[in-house]
Nanobody, 121 residues
Framework: QVQLVESGGGLVQPGGSLRLSCAASGSIFRINDMGWYRQAPGKQRELVARISRGGTTNYADAVKGRFTISRDNAKNTVYLQMNSLKPEDTAVYYC???????????????WGQGTQVTVSS
């Protein structure tokens, strides 16, 4: 089993920055793609950014140029640097990872518990 724990959320003023972290732990053979999703009140969960094990990234149009996803494979950790934050970025941010628990297992998708990001003056 793989556990994902997010940190770094909070309250920030418009135009400010936050950095989210998500550390994976537990029985891990290899982590493939990792990503960040978000869910605002009354809305569906949506992709924010994803990164492959080799570092290939993709972003939602709404965050391109403002957010940067990165990862440290040695630490099984993914980061999301969020700059120029807007009120519409307010949401619960969830970490996501596709991982293999052992050499012989199939990959599975895991989710963190979420961290609140609020952008408000």
């Amino acid at each position: 089993q793989v556990q994902l724990v997010e940190s770094g959320g909070g309250l920030v003023q418009p135009g400010g920055s936050l950095r989210l972290s998500c550390a994976a732990s537990g029985s891990i053979f290899r982590i493939n793609d990792m990503g960040w999703y978000r869910q605002a009140p009354g809305k569906q969960r949506e992709l924010v950014a994803r990164i492959s094990r080799g570092g290939t990234t993709n972003y939602a149009d709404a965050v391109k140029g403002r957010f940067t996803i990165s990862r440290d494979n040695a630490k099984n950790t993914v980061y999301l640097q969020m700059n120029s934050l807007k009120p519409e970025d307010t949401a619960v941010y969830y970490c996501n990872a596709e991982a293999l628990a052992s050499r012989w297992s199939l990959s599975a998708v895991y989710w963190g518990q979420g961290t609140q990001v609020t952008v408000s003056s």
